[in-house]
């Protein structure tokens, strides 16, 4: 919540764009040097001015509004106002303004990340995916160690609940497993140890099992086209050559088709 000393924004300011100066540019010129010099006469009209007033947001209470010479500068986030100490009539300057503008980035990052896992779980991968178009690389990375230094991203730990559902659930061969992994975004190394931990004891048992049950819908039709639609559904399903033929010769009792 928004203390009280805050007054409240009414709607009308709260999106009213400032008359005298572009905020992204001013955010541009303050956080990326080489468009500073292209914004030095934006820049000019805010740096060491001061904050006329800084006011909660009327609809998002996580937010406040701050503005100059009583016109809306920019909205960050409220744990900001604390952290940067803001206050009505205090100096800006290019340092201060670009630390701020960085951690406001940050935060709503590192939400956007939380949301994200808050829906399922993701690879370290796969959350830089989702946040590259909106935030730098070097935002992007400082959430990754939040969410690394909390427990919430461990690309080992994801690999291993994958593999565990598509063995114990969905019966998939390692070859399936193999691109289910990558197309969760793990890495070549976590895919290796992850899937050197399979049994290949229960990956036959997953073979057997999906082969018997394809059977009984087709063991009516010719003992050669069996043998192709199973090989071709067990290949579907991620397993091996020697496995499927393994699993093949012991359900039709021969092993003179080659598969």
Do not use: W
Not at 82 to 107: A, C, H
Not at 169 to 186: D, F, P, S, V
């Amino acid at each position: 919540m928004i203390p009280a000393a805050f007054p409240r924004a009414s709607s009308s300011t709260a999106t009213s764009p400032c008359s005298f100066l572009n905020c992204s540019a001013i955010a541009d010129a303050c956080c990326f040097p080489n468009a500073l010099s292209r914004k030095n006469s934006i820049a000019s009209d805010v740096l060491n001015t001061g904050y006329t007033k800084i006011e909660a947001q009327k609809k998002n209470t996580d937010r406040v509004n701050i503005y100059i010479n009583d016109e809306f500068f920019m909205s960050v986030f409220t744990e900001l106002v604390y952290t940067f100490n803001l206050k009505k009539g205090m100096e800006i300057n290019k340092e201060n303004l670009k630390t701020l503008l960085d951690d406001d980035m940050y935060i709503k990052a590192k939400n956007k990340a939380l949301n994200i896992l808050s829906k399922a779980d993701q690879s370290e991968k796969k959350i830089k995916e989702k946040l590259s178009s909106e935030f730098e690389e070097h935002t992007i990375e400082k959430v990754l160690d939040f969410l690394r230094n909390n427990k919430f991203i461990d690309d080992k730990l994801l690999a291993q609940k994958i593999v565990n559902t598509n063995i114990n659930l969905n019966k998939c061969g390692k070859n399936k497993i193999k691109q289910n992994l990558y197309n969760k975004g793990i890495d070549s190394e976590d895919i290796s140890h992850a899937i050197s931990n399979i049994d290949s004891n229960v990956e036959f048992e997953n073979a057997m099992y999906l082969a018997k049950k394809r059977y009984e819908r087709i063991k009516n039709e010719d003992k050669i086209k069996i043998y192709q639609k199973l090989s071709q559904h067990l290949a579907y399903k991620g397993f091996g050559y020697d496995t499927i033929k393994s699993v093949l010769n012991k359900i039709l009792n021969f092993d003179e088709y080659e598969y």
